[in-house]
């Protein structure tokens, strides 16, 4: 597909002589969702000795009463065109220092936006880095070998590239962060979330922001001392908002701390493992079958508890088995255990295009 710019529009050649014309109306980044309902969309056809490269819609009618199907893959090309635009042309302009909060998850900087005080900006970062591929992420072979894999492993309740418009975006969004601003970055102690603060220092590695962190387990004590959390995503906006007040933010990230986490993240771009755990303050790989033991032994346990091996719906299978090892991501559990289905270690009923759709039980 043949683009080109000419900010604020941007035209796509999706025929020999269709064009769309997008109107940006924005400085939000789309997520494929916004694709038709942010911004003006236009379509016309090139006359006669028109050519693409001079055309200029402004000289011509647009063509009304018609649509156009086009391909799923075509869509991201033009919705990847029109963010980097934004991303061009963006200026994060502010009449005074408004500080900067990344979350490693979208829940979590949820939660932050609306428990912490204005001013600020929050990024949320998508996360999954825990699971999949990270070999070459930063480079666009070793990205879309990694979306590769999700997508050919992993049931996402929403769209399927969903994840992947929102990763780029979030990076988008860190490196528009203005130099002068600080920035308050948010974790736990999981193998997402570390990994995804070394993943996000690398991104800034070279802005000279003052840099301040705040693991979440930390710093947050709950009122029910049986009370246990592993995500920063289970904390509530009374709880972002009393780590905030408490924290005395006296001492920022050294050089030589930041250069450690990068260093750290840069390891982990060498692998092709799609399995991290987070155990005694360090990222471990381990082989993918991991947890399957854990998946069989909990399924058999159920099965004694009942009396009888009958049929367990798997997003049941996984609550129980979250409740008992809260740190694993409850999709990559979903996926190993449609291996073991496809591996003949477990019986399947039902269809297993979700968690809740298909039962298992033990061959």
């Given at each position: 597909?043949?683009?080109?710019?000419?900010?604020?529009?941007?035209?796509?050649?999706?025929?020999?002589?269709?064009?769309?014309?997008?109107?940006?109306?924005?400085?939000?980044?789309?997520?494929?969702?916004?694709?038709?309902?942010?911004?003006?969309?236009?379509?016309?056809?090139?006359?006669?000795?028109?050519?693409?490269?001079?055309?200029?819609?402004?000289?011509?009618?647009?063509?009304?009463?018609?649509?156009?199907?086009?391909?799923?893959?075509?869509?991201?090309?033009?919705?990847?065109?029109?963010?980097?635009?934004?991303?061009?042309?963006?200026?994060?302009l502010y009449d005074k220092i408004i500080p900067i909060h990344i979350a490693c998850s979208e829940s979590a900087a949820g939660s932050i936006r609306v428990g912490l005080d204005q001013p600020k900006r929050v990024i949320g970062f998508p996360g999954l880095l825990s699971i999949g591929p990270l070999w070459k992420?930063?480079?666009?072979?070793?990205?879309?070998?990694?979306?590769?894999?999700?997508?050919?492993?992993?049931?996402?309740?929403?769209?399927?590239?969903?994840?992947?418009?929102?990763?780029?975006?979030?990076?988008?969004?860190?490196?528009?962060?203005?130099?002068?601003?600080?920035?308050?970055?948010?974790?736990?102690?999981?193998?997402?979330?570390?990994?995804?603060?070394?993943?996000?220092?690398?991104?800034?590695?070279?802005?000279?922001?003052?840099?301040?962190?705040?693991?979440?387990?930390?710093?947050?004590?709950?009122?029910?001392?049986?009370?246990?959390?592993t995500y920063s995503s289970q904390l509530t906006p009374e709880d972002m908002k009393d780590i905030y007040e408490k924290h005395t933010f006296d001492q920022i990230l050294s050089i030589q701390d930041r250069i450690q986490f990068v260093k750290e993240w840069e390891n982990l771009l060498h692998s092709k493992n799609?399995?991290?755990?987070?155990?005694?303050?360090?990222?471990?790989?381990?082989?993918?079958?991991?947890?399957?033991?854990?998946?069989?032994?909990?399924?058999?346990?159920?099965?004694?508890?009942?009396?009888?091996?009958?049929?367990?719906?798997?997003?049941?299978?996984?609550?129980?088995?979250?409740?008992?090892?809260?740190?694993?991501?409850?999709?990559?559990?979903?996926?190993?255990?449609?291996?073991?289905?496809?591996?003949?270690?477990?019986?399947?009923?039902?269809?297993?295009?979700?968690?809740?759709?298909?039962?298992?039980?033990?061959?």
């Amino acid at each position: 597909m043949k683009t080109k710019d000419y900010h604020p529009y941007i035209y796509f050649l999706v025929d020999s002589n269709i064009v769309f014309v997008y109107k940006i109306e924005s400085s939000s980044y789309l997520q494929i969702d916004e694709l038709h309902s942010s911004g003006k969309w236009e379509t016309y056809i090139l006359k006669e000795g028109d050519v693409f490269e001079t055309f200029f819609h402004t000289e011509s009618d647009p063509l009304e009463g018609r649509s156009y199907l086009l391909a799923q893959e075509s869509y991201l090309i033009m919705l990847d065109k029109i963010n980097n635009q934004i991303h061009k042309h963006k200026k994060m302009l502010y009449d005074k220092i408004i500080p900067i909060h990344i979350a490693c998850s979208e829940s979590a900087a949820g939660s932050i936006r609306v428990g912490l005080d204005q001013p600020k900006r929050v990024i949320g970062f998508p996360g999954l880095l825990s699971i999949g591929p990270l070999w070459k992420i930063n480079e666009e072979a070793g990205f879309n070998y990694r979306n590769e894999w999700l997508f050919e492993h992993i049931n996402f309740e929403s769209d399927d590239y969903a994840y992947q418009v929102t990763f780029k975006n979030s990076i988008r969004e860190i490196n528009d962060i203005p130099e002068q601003s600080p920035i308050y970055l948010w974790y736990g102690d999981n193998a997402d979330e570390q990994i995804c603060l070394r993943f996000i220092l690398h991104l800034l590695k070279n802005k000279p922001n003052k840099i301040y962190l705040l693991n979440t387990n930390g710093l947050h004590t709950s009122v029910d001392k049986n009370q246990k959390f592993t995500y920063s995503s289970q904390l509530t906006p009374e709880d972002m908002k009393d780590i905030y007040e408490k924290h005395t933010f006296d001492q920022i990230l050294s050089i030589q701390d930041r250069i450690q986490f990068v260093k750290e993240w840069e390891n982990l771009l060498h692998s092709k493992n799609v399995l991290r755990i987070y155990t005694k303050q360090e990222i471990k790989e381990v082989p993918e079958d991991y947890f399957d033991s854990f998946i069989l032994n909990t399924l058999k346990d159920l099965h004694e508890k009942r009396g009888q091996k009958e049929f367990i719906v798997t997003g049941e299978l996984i609550g129980h088995l979250f409740d008992l090892n809260p740190s694993i991501y409850p999709i990559f559990l979903e996926y190993r255990i449609r291996h073991l289905v496809y591996s003949g270690t477990l019986e399947l009923k039902g269809i297993p295009k979700s968690m809740r759709h298909y039962s298992v039980k033990l061959r």
